[in-house]
């Protein structure tokens, strides 16, 4: 990396919702890329144990298959694991081959774990370097939102996360709220009242939609 005035934000402690995601470059299966370019984007940037297993192989064909959908919610999909280069682009070429699913986003190589060590992907507890299944969801100023994190052994729901990005988006602000289960189309709510006057004489100010306010 040539830059002179790149310098790699490190954490002195673990990541929280409201930190800015540690900025970084690496090589990946699209070629070097530098987590700052994705500013002025949503970006799903998550990690996985390792190439070749059966789990993430799961995990990455739907995320190729749902990757138009992120598009359409103008968030970009980011991979990582621990593994090399080589060793990414032969799983995908896998993918491609086995499945018939063409992996566009990129896949970055952590061999160093330096990235994976820098997000807390990396269980410190566990006798090798694998990574955890950590997702951060990043805004388009580069802040992380939601963090999402799963062991080795189970998978993330790709609809899940799609439905989370659209919640994100729908209470950027701080003016609304998505109630539980929220999807696109849905009513959103109002924050909870701060004064007597607010609350009024019902008994349900606790669950006032957004358009009632």
């Known amino acids: 990396m040539d830059d002179p005035n790149f310098r790699p934000i490190l954490p002195t402690r673990p990541l929280r919702i409201g930190d800015v995601a540690p900025d970084f470059v690496a090589r990946t299966t699209r070629g070097e890329v530098r987590l700052s370019g994705y500013r002025k984007r949503w970006l799903l940037f998550f990690s996985h144990p390792a190439d070749f297993t059966p789990v ?12 138009e959908k992120f598009a359409a919610l103008n968030c970009s999909l980011l991979g990582l694991s621990v593994d090399s280069l080589y060793s990414h682009l032969a799983w995908i070429r896998a993918i491609r081959e086995t499945f018939g699913v063409t ?23 566990l006798p090798d370097s694998a990574t955890m299944r ?40 701080d003016k609304v709220l998505a109630p539980e289960g929220w999807r696109p189309g849905e ?26 306010v």
Do not use: H
């Not at 160093?112 to 990396?122: E, I, L, P, Q, T």
């Not at 999402?148 to 996360?161: A, D, I, K, L, Q």
């Open 103 to 125: 992996v566009n986003f990129p896949l970055v190589e952590d061999p160093s774990m330096a990235v994976g060590r820098a997000y807390g992907m990396v269980d410190e507890t």
């Open 187 to 212: 009513a959103l709510m109002a924050p909870p009242a701060s004064s007597l006057a607010e609350m009024g004489e019902g008994t349900d100010w606790f669950c006032r939609k957004a358009s009632e």
């Open 134 to 173: 950590a997702s951060y969801f990043i805004d388009p100023q580069g802040v992380i939102r939601a963090m999402t994190w799963y062991p080795y052994n189970v998978g993330r729901s790709v609809e899940e996360m799609l439905r989370l990005l659209a919640a994100l988006q729908a209470t950027t602000g």
């Open 56 to 67: 993430c192989t799961t995990e990455f064909v739907a995320f190729a298959q749902a990757a």
